[in-house]
């Protein structure tokens, strides 16, 4: 007789990158929330602060799964060669309550925040979009060029970090032939039609008159109340949409410092999944900002995904 972990399927950072592209994790995430699910009813994510870092435990259900991933966030890491955000994730059989499945959660992570990124984008960009700044050099900046080619014709990609040898590795990274990517400054935001900002900042990156009315702002950098990448000016202007209004007022700090500023009414918060099933129009006349903290409804759309859609070889 077999144990328990004997059965547990287990799918390490290649497998689970091959049996899920960005496009289908995208889809997936849009797909979830196209079906009515609330992510509202999400349970909220435990925050628990150890000596080096943070351990975050993201459990939920979706009905036919239910998940539990338990990421770290170690400040420390990348000094030392490792990533900030490390992870497993376990999926459940969601009547039984059976372990099923055992995911690198990094690996995870690295796919569902920017698939979370581009579901929104989307809806809120132009179909042209075709020029991307993105600060962060690290793997989500990385990735998230990947998620907004996966959705719009990107012909024109820079790079804005502190580190400019990390900054020319995201650049050969994501070459490409006919991709025009450089690192740049923050003056290219002023031609941007997207704007990524996957950093570890805890204060604004650019001034607010940089972004053009037409263009779609991302920030997934932090989940703190006290820390912010977009400044309060900029969110005053902007279209602002969130996971979830009571997610965004808890742990956006770039959604929360501009209340407390007075520059922003919470009530004119959008969730993302008013934008996904169309019952919040999108306000082309002003920029849109995308602010994401990270549910744990997002990564259990994705590993689905990566089950429902077995091995590379099938």
Not at 31 to 60: K, N, Q, W
Not at 70 to 75: E, M
Not at 137 to 147: D, L, Y
Not at 158 to 178: H, K, L, S, T
Request: glycine fraction near 8%; aromatic fraction near 2%; include cysteine.
């Amino acid at each position: 007789m077999t144990g328990l972990l004997d059965r547990l399927v287990v799918i390490d950072a290649m497998e689970l990158r091959s049996r899920v592209p960005m496009s289908v994790a995208i889809r997936a995430v849009q797909a979830v929330l196209e079906s009515g699910f609330d992510p509202a009813r999400d349970p909220i994510r435990t925050i628990v602060d150890v000596e080096h870092g943070e351990l975050l435990l993201m459990p939920s259900d979706l009905g036919r799964y239910v998940g539990q991933k338990l990421a770290t966030v170690a400040p420390g890491n990348p000094a030392r060669g490792l990533e900030r955000i490390q992870g497993v994730y376990l999926l459940l059989d969601g009547e039984t309550l059976t372990p099923m499945a055992i995911l690198d959660g990094t690996e995870l992570t690295s796919i569902r925040t920017p698939a979370v990124s581009a579901a929104g984008v989307d809806l809120l960009a132009p179909a042209d979009a075709r020029s991307l700044v993105v600060f962060g050099t690290g793997p989500q900046g990385i990735r998230h060029v990947e998620a907004m080619r996966a959705i719009r014709p990107i012909e024109r990609v820079r790079f804005v970090g502190r580190d400019r040898a990390r900054a020319d590795d995201a650049v050969r990274a994501i070459e490409a032939p006919g991709l025009d990517a450089a690192v740049g400054s923050v003056d290219d935001v002023r031609d941007a039609d997207l704007v990524v900002c996957a950093t570890t900042a805890r204060s604004p990156l650019f001034e607010a008159d940089l972004v053009a009315d037409h263009a779609v702002v991302v920030a997934v950098g932090s989940h703190e109340p006290d820390a912010r990448e977009l400044d309060a000016a900029l969110i005053a202007r902007s279209q602002v949409v969130v996971e979830t209004p009571e997610v965004a007022l808890r742990e956006a700090g770039d959604v929360v410092l501009a209340i407390e500023e007075g520059a922003f009414d919470p009530g004119s918060l959008v969730s993302l999944a008013e934008v996904v099933t169309r019952r919040a129009p999108v306000d082309v006349g002003r920029p849109r900002v995308l602010k994401t903290s990270g549910m744990g409804w997002e990564d259990l759309a994705v590993a689905t995904a990566v089950l429902d859609h077995g091995t590379a070889a099938d």
